[in-house]
C-alpha cells in the first residue's frame, strides 16, 4: 500500500514538472532561435556593409590615382617650360608609380570578388528556377507518390536552418 502511494506522489510530481520543463525548453529554444535570427540578420547587413565598403575604397584608389597623375603631369609641364628642375619632377611621379600596382591588384581582386558574388547570384537563381520547373512538372496529386530516393535535393529554406538549432 505505501509502495502505490509513492508511486502516486511521484505521478503527480511528474504531471506538474514534466509540462513546466517543457514549457522552459520551448522558451529557451525560441530564444536561441531568435538570437541565431539576429545574428544572421547583422551578418546579412555586414555583408552590404562590405559591398559599400569595397566600393568607397575602389572610389578612393581612382581618386588617388588621378591626383599623383595629374601632378605628375603639372610637374612635367613645369620641367618642360623650364620652371622645375628634372629631380623634382621625378619626386613628384614616384608616389604614383609606387602605388599604381597596389591599386591595379586590388581592383582586379574587387573585379574577381564581385564576378564571384554575381556567378553565385545566378547559380542560386538557376537552382530556384530548377525547382520551380521541378514542382511544376509533377502533378499535385502526384507529388506525395514520389520515392525519397526520387525526391528534389534543394537548399534549406530559412525556417529549415533556425530548426537545426534544437
Known amino acids: 500500500m505505501t509502495g502505490l502511494i509513492y508511486v502516486a506522489i511521484v505521478a503527480l510530481w511528474a504531471a506538474v514538472l514534466i509540462p513546466m520543463w517543457l514549457r522552459r525548453h520551448d522558451d529557451d529554444q ?13 551578418l546579412a ?22 591626383a599623383t597623375a595629374t601632378v605628375g603631369a603639372l610637374a612635367t609641364t613645369g620641367w618642360v617650360a623650364g620652371l622645375l628642375p628634372g629631380i623634382i619632377t621625378i619626386l613628384l611621379w614616384l608616389p604614383l ?8 591588384l586590388a581592383e582586379r581582386r574587387s573585379a574577381r570578388m564581385s564576378a564571384e558574388r554575381a556567378l553565385d547570384e545566378r547559380r542560386r537563381v ?3 528556377e530548377r525547382a520551380d520547373r521541378s514542382d511544376r512538372d509533377i502533378p499535385a496529386h502526384t507529388q506525395a507518390e514520389v520515392p525519397m530516393t526520387h525526391a ?11 530548426d537545426q538549432t534544437a
Do not use: K, N, Y
Open 126 to 128: 538557376r537552382r530556384a
Open 97 to 104: 608609380l609606387a602605388f599604381l600596382p597596389v591599386a591595379v
Open 45 to 66: 547587413r555586414i555583408a552590404d556593409d562590405a559591398d559599400v565598403a569595397q566600393g568607397a575604397a575602389a572610389r578612393r584608389r581612382r581618386i588617388i590615382v588621378a
Open 152 to 162: 528534389r535535393v534543394s537548399p534549406p529554406t530559412w525556417e529549415e536552418v533556425f
Open 30 to 42: 525560441a530564444r536561441r532561435i531568435e538570437r541565431h535570427r539576429v545574428a544572421m540578420g547583422t
